[in-house]
């Protein structure tokens, strides 16, 4: 039977650059969803935040959130700074991208051991980020 799950995840962030690890509640909507082989969109709404998927190694994720800040400065003359102080954090969801895809086969999504998913908060601190987790595929 084919099957359509949606899921969504809510944080917060508490820094202007950040990596929060979301793998174990994409993980967890993937198990209540209920496919057994297909793939799972997670899908970040928004226009100043990303997702990737890498290794949760603290000195790995601040080598990728320095070379964010590196690639998209948020003190260059960007000209949508005349009217909001975050465009590097546009250029940066525009490039790195706001969504990944995973498998999925016999019931779990597939990733590396050095594979986690993360959210790149690239405009903090937030109250409230979402990212929406929709799991398609054969159940
Ligand atoms: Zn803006």
Redesign the pocket.
């Known amino acids: 039977m084919c099957r359509v799950y949606v899921g969504e995840i809510v944080l917060s962030t508490s820094r202007r650059f950040q990596l929060v690890d979301i793998t174990g509640r994409v993980e967890d909507i993937v198990s209540k969803s209920g496919v057994r082989n297909g793939m799972c969109l997670v899908y970040a709404p928004h226009a100043t935040a990303a997702i990737i998927a890498n290794e949760h190694e603290p000195g790995l994720m601040d080598d990728i959130l320095d070379e964010v800040r590196r690639l998209f400065p948020p003190n260059e003359p960007w000209r ?1 700074n005349r009217i ?1 102080d ?1 465009a590097h954090a ?1 250029l940066g969801s525009a490039i790195i991208g706001a969504s990944r895809i995973f498998p999925v086969i016999n019931g779990r999504l597939v990733r590396g051991t050095w594979q986690n998913i993360f959210l790149v908060e690239m405009d903090g601190p937030r109250s409230r980020r979402r990212v929406v987790v929709e799991v398609m595929g054969a159940g």
């Open positions: 949508h909001d975050n546009h």
